[in-house]
């Protein structure tokens, strides 16, 4: 009896959070397909290949490895433009986002020294150190530097103390 009860508040739950969707402002809604634009961009730009690492799978289903990452958080600069982000699988994408990882102004990737003295991190990341990064084909599409300097002096270079 009690499964059945708490199936139906389960349920209930659901409906009204579809309701509470149907009924939001349209900004919610256009939010959601300017992330899916922008992801579809982005990814496209850099034939599904992680930015700084490089690594390209597609499934037969069409599912991709990378996904689309703001240089400078939209939150701090409501920028969707292509200049301002790149494919990045999740590994990279979190130590771009966490400060461990980074592009420098040749855009070569940049590994944090907390990288290289802690023991807990990948040693594979190791091995991008200097490497060139993968850019999109055309280069007014290559990421914008004053953001990659944003993201050095904001995120990164807090880890070269």
């Given at each position: 009896m009690f499964f059945y009860q708490y199936s139906q508040e389960l349920e209930e739950e659901v409906k009204e959070s579809e309701k509470a969707w149907e009924e939001s402002d349209e900004s919610a809604k256009n939010q959601k397909i300017w992330d899916q634009g922008f992801r579809k961009v982005i990814t496209q730009l850099y034939d599904h290949r992680c930015a700084l690492c490089g690594i390209r799978?597609?499934?037969?289903?069409g599912h991709i490895v990378v996904e689309?990452?703001?240089i400078k958080?939209?939150?701090a600069s409501h920028d969707?433009?292509?200049?301002?982000?790149f494919a990045l699988c999740k590994l990279c994408h979190w130590s771009f986002d966490e400060g461990l990882m980074g592009v420098g102004k040749d855009y070569e990737v940049l590994v944090s020294k907390r990288v290289r003295t802690e023991q807990n991190y990948l040693g594979h990341i190791l091995t991008l150190i200097d490497?060139?990064?993968f850019k999109p084909?055309?280069?007014?599409?290559?990421?914008?530097?004053?953001n990659l300097e944003w993201h050095f002096k904001e995120k990164?270079?807090?880890?070269?103390?």
């Open positions: 799978m597609i499934t037969p289903e689309a990452a703001h958080p939209w939150s969707d433009r292509p200049t301002n982000g490497r060139p990064i084909a055309e280069q007014i599409f290559w990421p914008d530097r004053n990164f270079d807090i880890f070269l103390n």
